[in-house]
C-alpha cells in the first residue's frame, strides 16, 4: 500500500501542538485528577456531591446573567438573575436547585460566548494545558471569564484556591463515566474529541 500523511483538518492548523498538549493533560489527568474525583465520588455521598455542583451552578448562573445582558438578552439575563437569587435564597446558598423545579432552566453562558455574539469567529482548535480543548476566541476570553466569576475572584486567596480546586475535582467526578465511555470507544481519542 502506499503510506500518505493525511491532511490537517482546517479547524485543526495546530494539530501536532494540540496532540502533544492532549497527551499531556491525559497524562496529568490518569496520575493525579482521576484518582482523587474516583476516591471523591466514593467518599462523599452523593447528596453531597450534588448539592456541591449546585453551588457552582449557581455561581455560574451570576456569571451567565452577566453574558446574557452583554449579547443584549434582557430576557435570559433576567431569568438567570432569578435563578441566581432564587437559589442563593431558598436553596441555601445554591447547594439546592429550586430554580429548576421552578421550570427556570439552567443556560451556560461565557464571554467566548458573548464575544461570538458579537460577531467574534471561534478560530481553530486550540488545547489548552489542563484546561483542555478549547479555541482560540475562547482563550482570549478566559481572563474575562477567570474575572468575572465570583468564585475565582474570593479572597482571601486561599479561599479561592479551595474553590477551585474542588470545583476540579467535582466536575472531573461528574464525567468520570463519560470519559470511560470515550476511552472505550475510541481507538483514537484525540480524532474523536
Known sequence: ???????????????????????????????????????????????????????????????????????GNGEKAYIHMVRFSTNTVLGLGGGLDIA??????????????TLGHWGVKPGPYLVLPLLGPSTVRDTVA?????????????????????LAGLRLVNVRANVLDATDTLDAASLDRYALM
Open 100 to 113: 429548576t423545579e421552578m421550570q427556570l432552566p439552567r443556560e451556560k453562558q461565557d464571554f467566548g460566548l
Open 1 to 71: 500500500g502506499c503510506a500518505t500523511s493525511q491532511p490537517t483538518h482546517p479547524q485543526d492548523p495546530f494539530e501536532g501542538y494540540n496532540r502533544a498538549m492532549t497527551t499531556f493533560n491525559d497524562n496529568v489527568d490518569k496520575a493525579i485528577l482521576k484518582p482523587v474525583a474516583t476516591g471523591y465520588k466514593e467518599v462523599v455521598p452523593s447528596p453531597v456531591r450534588t448539592g456541591v455542583t449546585n453551588f457552582f451552578g449557581n455561581l455560574n448562573d451570576l456569571w451567565t446573567m452577566v453574558n446574557y445582558a452583554l449579547q
Open 142 to 162: 478566559l481572563p474575562a471569564d477567570w474575572l468575572g466569576h465570583p468564585a475565582d475572584s474570593m479572597l482571601p486567596v486561599s479561599t479561592r484556591n479551595t
